[in-house]
């Protein structure tokens, strides 16, 4: 028997690093939320990023807390390779590390973060599987830190998933406009059937959960305050705090 395809490639690991700026709706408004929500770091502290892909958040954290320290962990060598060459101003401050994102051996080196963040990964693992995460994430933090998590959703029913493809249709749409002043970016999105809402197909590695099923996880890990804090197109910003 053949070993399967693994879904994601570093071939799809290049298509973002290469259109993401197309692909994710308000890019910038999403890391300045995360950014937001994340409380003043003392000096030293650790920040630490699931999935920091080609470093944008990663970038944006270091810049707004000058004092702190960012772990970015990734599965792709494509992304930790960007994100090295795009972080190396900033020195020993960005650490990558290469990681398998639903395994358990990593975690339990991550002790007293003070907050820890993910964009964009956590919809691959299944359900069990984010339960097991949230449950360790709440044990890397620190007593008052913060977990934030921007990702895709599954939407509740047909009529809420179409709506949820045809905002990020149109959410790419604009972005290409905005950006290029014309629709190759866009056109690019709709011939890789990036969007999971129009182009769902079982067999790949997504596996995005409803919101308030995860809501209801971040809960029952242990977190205080649970709250969506941005939505749109199917992606959502949201998290919760570990008590004081």
Same mark, same amino acid.
């Given at each position: 028997?053949?070993?399967?395809?693994?879904?994601?490639?570093?071939?799809?690991?290049?298509?973002?690093?290469?259109?993401?700026?197309?692909?994710?709706?308000?890019?910038?408004? +999403?890391?300045?939320?995360?950014?937001?929500?994340?409380?003043?770091?003392?000096? =030293?502290?650790?920040?630490?990023?699931?999935?920091?892909?080609? =470093?944008?958040?990663?970038?944006? !954290?270091?810049?707004?807390?000058?004092?702190?320290?960012?772990?970015?962990?990734?599965? %792709? %060598?494509?992304?930790?390779?960007?994100? *090295?060459?795009?972080? #190396?101003?900033? /020195?020993?401050?960005?650490?990558?590390?290469?990681?398998?994102?639903?395994?358990?051996? &990593?975690?339990?080196?991550?002790?007293?973060?003070?907050?820890?963040?993910?964009?964009?990964?956590?919809?691959?693992?299944?359900?069990?599987?984010? +339960? #097991?995460?949230?449950? @360790? !994430?709440? =044990?890397?933090?620190?007593?008052?830190?913060?977990?934030?998590? #921007?990702?895709?959703?599954?939407?509740? *029913?047909?009529?809420?998933?179409? !709506?949820?493809?045809? #905002?990020? $249709?149109?959410?790419?749409?604009?972005?290409?406009?905005?950006?290029?002043?014309?629709? $190759?970016?866009?056109?690019?999105? +709709?011939?890789?059937? &990036?969007?999971?809402?129009?182009?769902?197909?079982? @067999?790949?590695?997504?596996?995005?959960?409803?919101?308030?099923?995860?809501?209801?996880?971040?809960?029952?890990?242990?977190?205080?305050? !649970?709250?969506?804090? &941005?939505?749109?197109? /199917?992606?959502?910003?949201?998290?919760?705090?570990?008590?004081?």
């Amino acid at each position: 028997m053949t070993e399967p395809t693994p879904s994601w490639t570093e071939t799809n690991s290049q298509t973002f690093l290469d259109y993401g700026r197309y692909f994710v709706p308000e890019r910038e408004q +999403q890391i300045e939320t995360i950014c937001g929500l994340i409380p003043p770091a003392p000096e =030293g502290s650790v920040v630490v990023e699931l999935c920091c892909g080609e =470093g944008l958040l990663a970038q944006a !954290v270091l810049e707004r807390f000058p004092g702190c320290v960012v772990r970015g962990l990734d599965g %792709s %060598s494509e992304m930790l390779a960007a994100a *090295g060459k795009r972080l #190396a101003g900033f /020195g020993d401050r960005f650490q990558p590390q290469h990681f398998d994102l639903a395994s358990i051996g &990593w975690r339990s080196t991550i002790r007293d973060a003070h907050a820890v963040v993910s964009s964009l990964a956590i919809h691959h693992l299944d359900g069990p599987e984010k +339960q #097991a995460l949230f449950v @360790d !994430v709440y =044990g890397m933090l620190a007593p008052g830190g913060v977990f934030v998590i #921007a990702d895709v959703i599954a939407p509740a *029913g047909s009529q809420a998933e179409s !709506v949820a493809a045809d #905002a990020w $249709d149109w959410a790419v749409r604009q972005r290409s406009l905005q950006l290029d002043g014309n629709l $190759d970016g866009f056109e690019l999105f +709709q011939r890789e059937h &990036w969007n999971m809402y129009r182009y769902f197909d079982p @067999d790949d590695s997504d596996k995005p959960s409803p919101l308030y099923a995860q809501l209801q996880l971040l809960e029952k890990a242990g977190f205080v305050a !649970v709250d969506v804090y &941005w939505m749109q197109a /199917g992606h959502a910003i949201f998290g919760g705090r570990k008590a004081d």
